[in-house]
C-alpha cells in the first residue's frame, strides 16, 4: 500500500505541472494557484479529519478521501479552463490527508520494538518506488500520451482502495483491544 502510495505521488509531482503547462496551457499563475489550493485542504482539515480517524477508523477516512483525490484527477484530465484546473488543485490535497492517515495505520499495525526493521523495510521499498515511479510515467508519457499518466495514477488509487479493504485491518478497533 505504500509503495503505490509512492508512485501515486511522485508521478503526480513530477508529471502534473508539465501536464498543466504543456497540455493545458496554463501560465505560472495557474500552476501556482493550483499547488497553493493543493495546501488549503491539509492546512483546513487535519485536525478535523486526524479526529474523525480516531472516532470511526483510519481505513474509513482514507475511503472517504481517495475518492476526493480521483475527482481531483479527473478533473485535472478533463479541465477546460483555469477554473476547473485551480478545483483541481484544491482537491488534490486530500492526497496529503490520505498519506497521513495511512502513517498512522503503519505505526499502528507494528509492534514497537520492531518500528526500526519495519521503516528500513518500508523505505527501501518506497524508494525503488520513487524512482521507478517517474519513470514508468516517463515511459507512459511517451508512448501512451500524456493523459494516460493520469489514467495510470487513478489505477492506483483503486489498486490501493482494494488493497486496503483486502489486507489491512482496521487499527482503530487494534487500538481499542490493546488498551
Known amino acids: 500500500y505504500r509503495a503505490l502510495s509512492s508512485i501515486s505521488w511522485f508521478v503526480s509531482m513530477t508529471y502534473l505541472p508539465l501536464f498543466v503547462a504543456e497540455v493545458k496551457g496554463a501560465d505560472q499563475y495557474v500552476l501556482g494557484g493550483m499547488a497553493t489550493a493543493s495546501m488549503i485542504v491539509p492546512l483546513t482539515l487535519s485536525i478535523p479529519m486526524g479526529r474523525l480517524a480516531d472516532t470511526i477508523g483510519r481505513k474509513k477516512v482514507i475511503y472517504m478521501v481517495t475518492p476526493l483525490y480521483c475527482l481531483s484527477v479527473i478533473l485535472l484530465i478533463y ?4 477554473t476547473m484546473l485551480l478545483v483541481s488543485g484544491l482537491l488534490q490535497g486530500f492526497l496529503m490527508l490520505g498519506l497521513v492517515t495511512q502513517g498512522a495505520i503503519t505505526q499502528e499495525l507494528v509492534p514497537t520494538f520492531l518500528l526500526g526493521t519495519w521503516w528500513g523495510i518500508l523505505s527501501l521499498l518506497t524508494g525503488i518506488m520513487k524512482v521507478l515511479g517517474p519513470i514508468l510515467g ?3 508519457w511517451s508512448f501512451f ?7 495510470f495514477i487513478l489505477i492506483v488509487e483503486v489498486s490501493k482502495l ?8 482496521e487499527t482503530l478497533k487494534l487500538k481499542m483491544e490493546r488498551t
Open 79 to 82: 479541465a477546460s479552463n483555469s
Open 145 to 151: 500520451g500524456p493523459v494516460h499518466v493520469f489514467f
Open 138 to 140: 516517463g515511459f507512459i
Open 162 to 169: 482494494a488493497l486496503l479493504w483486502l489486507a489491512m485491518p
